[in-house]
């Protein structure tokens, strides 16, 4: 059963940083793609960033272009987040989702908390 866990949320102040984690167990992912999604308070959930697990290619909503990275650590079977320049509307509940690649996002972490302070 494939598992992720995530880590790495928390609050910081506008202008700041923080960096998600998402480690990921049950699977053999080289045929997956792997993403972060987010809800803020009274939002639907939204694509955030995706990356295919084998290859380099990503993909980013316009609202983060420039500002998040997604990367993968192959041997460790973890995906990342790196978020700089975070402003207010970037609070959210950050979720970590990988599925096979070109179909649909399967499995789901449990959510991290990113609160950003103005």
């Known amino acids: 059963q494939v598992q992720l866990v995530e880590s790495g949320g928390g609050l910081v102040q506008a202008g700041g940083s923080l960096r998600l984690s998402c480690a990921a167990s049950g699977g053999a992912f080289r045929r997956y793609m792997a993403a972060w999604f987010r809800r803020a308070p009274g939002a639907e959930r939204e694509f955030v960033a995706g990356?295919?697990?084998?290859?380099?290619?990503?993909n980013y909503a316009d609202s983060v272009k420039g500002r998040f990275t997604i990367s993968r650590d192959i041997a460790k079977n973890t995906f990342y987040l790196q978020m700089n320049s975070l402003n207010p509307e970037d609070t959210a509940v950050y979720y970590c989702?990988?599925?096979?690649?070109?179909?649909?996002?399967?499995?789901w972490g449990q959510g991290t908390q990113v609160t950003v302070s103005s």
């Open positions: 989702a990988v599925g096979r690649l070109g179909v649909s996002y399967d499995y």
């Open positions: 990356i295919a697990w084998s290859g380099d290619k990503t």
